[in-house]
T-cell receptor
Framework: QQNVQQSPESLIVPEGARTSLNCTFS?????YFWWYRQHSGKAPKALM?????GEKEEGRFTIHLNKASLHFSLHIRDSQPSDSALYLC???????????FGDGTVLTVKP | GGIITQTPKFLIGQEGQKLTLKCQQN?????MYWYRQDSGKGLRLIYY???????QKGDLSEGYDASREKKSSFSLTVTSAQKNEMAVFLC????????????FGPGTRLLVL
């Protein structure tokens, strides 16, 4: 059974800081990786995905995947107060398989 | 674009009661999901359905039933509500492209007295 762990549990950073969120997974056959963001009281929304080893950048957000280390991460450049939310990583083995979520990191960006 | 609608938004039940939550999507997505989220934590999969009339158990299916009546709708039943239970139930759907990225509804908030 897939085990997905996130660190840290919570994080407070000043506006403009670079933020790093981590996710480890247990199933080495995992192929599909997402970061979701959930603002308080709202639905989770997919932020970024990556399906092969390496790095992918979209605006202020960068995702790194290292399958050999069973680890992927999300980096936020120039963090904004509007980035304050629960960040959930998610992993699955096959395209039609179950998606397993971590417990999340609560990010607070102080103005 | 599309939207996922969940009804009701809030549900207050009594211990032992059978409770039904409903989800509708107009994305025309094949796959639909039900998740439970406890107090700002991660999501745990209860049931999912790859296509109409299909049902697959998730990691948390005990105590729940599900029904995929048609492509656009997916219902979840709490078979016997547990006292002091409080959680948010999230419905999602995904297309056959873009890696099956899941799109979520706003949730049903459950409180059992």
């Amino acid at each position: 059974q897939q085990n997905v762990q996130q660190s840290p549990e919570s994080l407070i950073v000043p506006e403009g800081a670079r933020t790093s969120l981590n996710c480890t997974f247990s199933d080495s056959a995992s192929q599909y990786f997402w970061w979701y963001r959930q603002h308080s009281g709202k639905a989770p929304k997919a932020l970024m995905s990556i399906f092969s080893n390496g790095e992918k950048e979209e605006g202020r957000f960068t995702i790194h995947l290292n399958k050999a280390s069973l680890h992927f991460s999300l980096h936020i450049r120039d963090s904004q107060p509007s980035d304050s939310a629960l960040y959930l990583c998610a992993v699955k083995r096959t395209n039609t398989g179950k998606l397993t979520f971590g417990d999340g990191t609560v990010l607070t960006v102080k103005p | 674009g599309g939207i996922i609608t969940q009804t009701p938004k809030f549900l207050i039940g009594q211990e032992g009661q059978k409770l039904t939550l409903k989800c509708q999507q107009n994305f025309n997505h094949d796959t639909m999901y039900w998740y439970r989220q406890d107090s700002g934590k991660g999501l745990r999969l209860i049931y999912y359905s790859i296509t109409e009339n299909d049902l697959q158990k998730g990691d948390l299916s005990e105590g729940y039933d599900a029904s995929r009546e048609k492509k656009s709708s997916f219902s979840l039943t709490v078979t016997s509500a547990q006292k002091n239970e409080m959680a948010v139930f999230l419905c999602a759907s995904s297309p056959r492209d873009r890696g099956y990225t899941q799109y979520f509804g706003p949730g049903t908030r459950l409180l059992v007295l």
